[in-house]
């Protein structure tokens, strides 16, 4: 059977190279090409979802094009990560038993056999079953920080990717409370659930999320995978999750060279 072979880390990359590249400021932070502009986004409170201010971020952050061959390849490299590779059998070596054949090699009218730990027998070996393995794969870091720019482009694109202010929570972990906000806004089960990402654990915010399984999940920004950014029907996440997860996930945009320091 044909397979594709995975596309190299430079043939990837060589569209981003020379447009997507944005330059150090003197204050640090990154700024977009001059042929493509900052991109403004609201920041809201919650829950009453009241525009607060506006906030920029670079092109390359969250106005990126869709890549559906790198974010595939990012959601595959999650996957073999978190497969256990523990199942285990025994072969015929392994099983524990007398090493004394069975039977005559000839004579009986019977089909040839070995001894009692054969995987032809019961509670014999098992023949080319599973034994523990590593099933992680690999994928350049600059391909996977890109994964994650692209999926929050593809959710800001789309008007999925809701930034909110920080220390996002509500007064009680009951779901019924959690369900009224849902509803209102539109995140629920109805319109395609909702991923709510916050900084660390907001105990009355996740406790009712986990009761109202129905309407979405809540996950903080440490917690959060690409494959959880694409699944879900938004994103709501506060501003520092936000930043976090840009300032983590920039490394083939972030190419400072380090320098030697002579004393």
Not at 46 to 51: C, I, K, N, S, V
Not at 76 to 101: I, L, P
Not at 135 to 141: G, N, Q, R
Request: charged content about 25%.
């Amino acid at each position: 059977m044909a397979t594709e072979a995975p596309m190299p880390a430079s043939e990837v990359l060589r569209s981003y190279t020379n447009t997507n590249i944005a330059p150090s400021t003197t204050s640090g932070q990154l700024r977009s090409p001059p042929n493509h502009p900052d991109v403004l986004t609201t920041v809201y409170s919650f829950p009453a979802m009241e525009p607060l201010r506006f906030a920029y971020y670079p092109y390359n952050h969250i106005n990126l094009h869709l890549r559906r061959d790198i974010l595939q390849r990012a959601v595959v490299f999650e996957g073999d990560a978190t497969r256990q590779g523990t199942a285990s059998t025994k072969w015929r070596g392994d099983v524990h038993g007398s090493n004394r054949k069975i039977r005559p090699q000839k004579g009986t009218g019977r089909a040839r056999l070995g001894d009692k730990k054969s995987p032809m027998l019961r509670g014999g070996g098992v023949a080319f079953g599973p034994h523990p393995r590593d099933f992680s794969t690999k994928l350049p870091k600059k391909i996977y920080d890109l994964a994650w720019r692209i999926a929050l482009s593809y959710r800001y694109r789309r008007g999925q990717l809701i930034v909110v202010e920080d220390g996002v929570d509500i007064e009680m972990n009951e779901p019924r409370w959690i369900k009224q906000i849902m509803e209102r806004n539109h995140w629920g089960n109805a319109d395609g659930r909702s991923l709510i990402v916050t900084t660390d654990v907001r105990k009355n915010l996740f406790q009712a999320i986990a009761g109202s399984g129905e309407d979405g999940r809540a996950k903080t920004e440490d917690d959060v995978d690409v494959k959880d950014l694409l699944e879900l029907g938004r994103i709501i996440i506060e501003k520092s999750a936000l930043d976090g997860i840009l300032r983590d996930h920039s490394s083939d945009i972030n190419r400072t060279v380090p320098t030697a320091v002579y004393t």
